[in-house]
């Protein structure tokens, strides 16, 4: 509904940058899209290739079928695995039945795979700092035998490790977590096992943290702020945890359609932002939604431009 012109309450729009798609989630719709110029519809997908009911919808409205498990992928069409990455056996049963498979994990979680397996050659047990459930950390789980990597959430987890301090031990994380939490995480495993190997650079990705930067960035101008992503997004989900943390009340939303006008009330500046799998085209409807209720004054926080691309897979370039 749109207010009339004179009544709309003045409202500044303070959109954080960086923000939405990153290089890996990119490449990964990318990698559905040429598969289905390559192969034709249908092109199954297992998982959700991104955490974005917007984007997924989008690529099913294209061909790609999503499902659950390899199990419901017909032995004559290819599959794309997401981005979040696969346990090992994923493309071992797939290359077992013969089928024509794409793998679109983001190379920085491949990175994240390579180092787990390099640690348990060198005979370390694993310590991964992740979130229990999530894609990513069961594919991280999936690429070591079973038993030999634990997860740690949290600080108090660090705690109740049962693990002889002399043991040979290492952590990893999971590339969208929470810089602050994480640092926190990482302080106590270094204070409980002084030896252990951390890893040569950060895992956590530069989208990650690039995007909870550019939150706290404009938090502090800012009386409410809306998060745009997916409930089961991390990398969203944090960046909702960093603007409440800095006390600015923020509520993650997938459209705009889900903004609650009541929380949102009258402030004088709002900010936006957008996880890692949320498209452009959301953050535009959003500022819209907006300026159907408020005279907007719409302004972009400076930043310096994200030059990371990833290459897409042979198969599907050459
Ligand atoms: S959030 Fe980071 S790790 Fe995940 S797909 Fe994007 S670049 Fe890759």
């Known amino acids: ?136 950390v069961i594919g991280t789980f999936g690429q070591v035998p079973a038993g030999s990597i634990t997860l740690v959430e949290t600080v108090e987890d660090v705690a109740r490790l049962d693990i002889p301090e002399t043991s040979n031990l290492a952590f990893l994380t999971q590339t969208t977590l929470s810089v602050d939490d994480t640092a926190m995480v990482v302080e106590a495993l270094k204070a409980r096992f002084p030896n252990i190997r951390a890893p040569r650079s950060e895992d956590i990705c530069y989208a990650t943290s690039n995007r909870q930067a550019a939150v706290k960035a404009i938090a502090p101008e800012c009386e409410r702020m809306l998060v745009i992503g997916a409930p089961n997004s991390s990398n969203s989900l944090r960046l909702a945890e960093v603007a409440q943390r800095i006390g600015v009340p923020a509520r993650l939303i997938e459209r705009a359609a889900d903004i609650d006008w009541d929380w949102l009330g009258e402030p004088e500046t709002v900010g936006i932002t957008a996880g890692a799998s949320a498209p452009e085209l959301l953050v535009r409807e959003v500022v819209d939604a907006l300026r159907q209720r408020f005279d907007v004054t719409e302004e972009e926080a400076d930043h310096s431009p994200e030059r990371m691309i990833f290459k897409l897979p042979r198969e599907l370039v050459a």
């Open 1 to 136: 509904m749109a207010f009339p012109m004179l009544n709309r309450p003045p409202l500044k729009v303070l959109i954080a940058a960086p923000r939405g798609f990153c290089a890996g989630v990119d490449r990964a719709i990318q990698i559905v899209e040429l598969a289905l110029e390559r192969f034709g519809a249908p092109v199954f997908v297992r998982h959700e290739i991104v955490h974005n009911r917007f984007v997924v919808d989008r690529l099913r409205e294209m061909g790609a079928v999503f499902v659950d498990e390899l199990d419901e992928v017909p032995d004559d069409r290819p599959v794309v695995f997401s981005a979040h990455g696969v346990p090992k056996s994923v493309p071992a049963a797939a290359q077992d039945r013969g089928l024509t498979y794409v793998d679109a994990t983001c190379p920085l979680v491949s990175k994240v795979h390579r180092q787990a397996q390099r640690l348990i050659e060198e005979g370390r047990h694993i310590l991964f700092i992740g979130h229990n459930g999530h894609p990513e």
